[in-house]
């Protein structure tokens, strides 16, 4: 079973991707769009099934990092609370894009890394498409907020350089969706 309020918007977003980096405008789409998981700690890049590192051909990600408990515009702590039934709920998702740093075995002159530094700006640039051209426009008369938080710059970790945009977006009303059982 598929959590039915998390999953379609990452597959949403993941979506949004593909179309963002697949039209026309970058110059070298990565080879890899898909979902990760874990936390913001662990981009994997070596995939232990081939041996490759991933991010060498580009690597763009969408992944859950959170969810909470909303009144819409505020984070719920315990104290606001009577119960353990949260009818509304925001996520936390983060959307990324890798690549190699310019090594590839040698000395990296200036030149290789304004290419390399200049190819994540292009990934950044089809992250903001995803979202202000896709994303964001889906939502627009649902009652659903999209924050796009700062980009950040990612790596070097693995070999790899890129950054990741964090996404929080709700409130979801989800009543049904969790189901809270009542007493008789």
Not at 27 to 52: E, F, M, Y
Request: with cysteine.
């Amino acid at each position: 079973m598929t959590d039915p309020l998390a999953w379609p918007i990452q597959e949403e977003l993941l979506d949004c991707l593909a179309i963002a980096f697949n039209d026309g405008q970058h110059p070298d789409p990565p080879k890899l769009i898909c979902h990760r998981s874990g936390n913001g700690n662990t981009i994997p890049q070596i995939n232990p099934a081939t041996k490759v590192n991933e991010c060498c051909g580009g690597l763009a990600w969408v992944r859950l990092m959170t969810f909470y408990p909303t009144l819409g515009d505020r984070q719920l702590s315990v104290a606001d609370t009577t119960d353990n039934c949260f009818h509304m709920q925001a996520l936390r998702i983060e959307i990324g894009a890798l690549r190699c740093w310019p090594h590839a075995g040698k000395y990296a002159s200036c030149d290789d890394w304004a290419a390399n530094a200049n190819m994540v700006d292009e990934d950044a640039a089809a992250l903001r498409r995803a979202l202000k051209c896709c994303f964001v426009p889906g939502h627009a008369d649902d009652g659903v907020s999209v924050i796009q938080g700062a980009w950040a710059a990612a790596g070097i970790s693995g070999q790899c350089v890129g950054g990741i945009i964090p996404l929080t977006i709700g409130p979801f009303t989800t009543g049904a969706l969790d189901c809270c059982a009542t007493s008789p």
